[in-house]
């Protein structure tokens, strides 16, 4: 069981920047792939960046690439979402998720653990 906690979001400018992170709990979070998907209102799930177990792996949505960045840090069980240049299409609630998988994938489903969820609003 892992349980996964985001935090970090918030309001900002266009052109702007916010850092979310995702706390996971359970002593097998290395064991697990990690993503980032998001959620604008009468929108679908969308992935947008993902990592493996040892972070060496990193995949991204091409509206985000360039601009998002997805690190991991295993000793503390968190993973991270570094976005720069937000655009007001980046508006929406970010969600982080596991797999029980080295490589990850991009289908919401087939991530085994969700977090809440955390708001991101980037005014123009």
């Known amino acids: 069981q892992v349980q996964l906690v985001e935090s970090g979001g918030g309001s900002v400018q266009a052109g702007g920047s916010l850092r979310l992170s995702c706390a996971a709990s359970?002593?097998?979070?290395?064991?697990?792939?990690m993503g980032w998907f998001r959620q604008a209102p009468g929108k679908e799930r969308e992935s947008v960046a993902a990592?493996?177990?040892?972070?060496?792996?990193?995949y991204y949505a091409d509206s985000v690439k360039g601009r998002f960045t997805i690190s991991r840090d295993n000793p503390k069980n968190t993973v991270y979402l570094q976005m720069n240049s937000l655009k007001p299409e980046d508006t929406a609630v970010y969600y982080c998720?596991?797999?029980?998988?080295?490589?990850?994938?991009?289908?919401?489903?087939?991530?085994?653990?969700w977090g809440q969820g955390t708001q991101v609003t980037v005014a123009s």
């Open positions: 990592i493996s177990w040892s972070g060496d792996n990193t």
């Open positions: 998720a596991a797999q029980a998988r080295y490589y990850p994938t991009g289908a919401a489903g087939e991530y085994d653990y």
């Open positions: 359970g002593r097998t979070f290395s064991r697990y792939a």
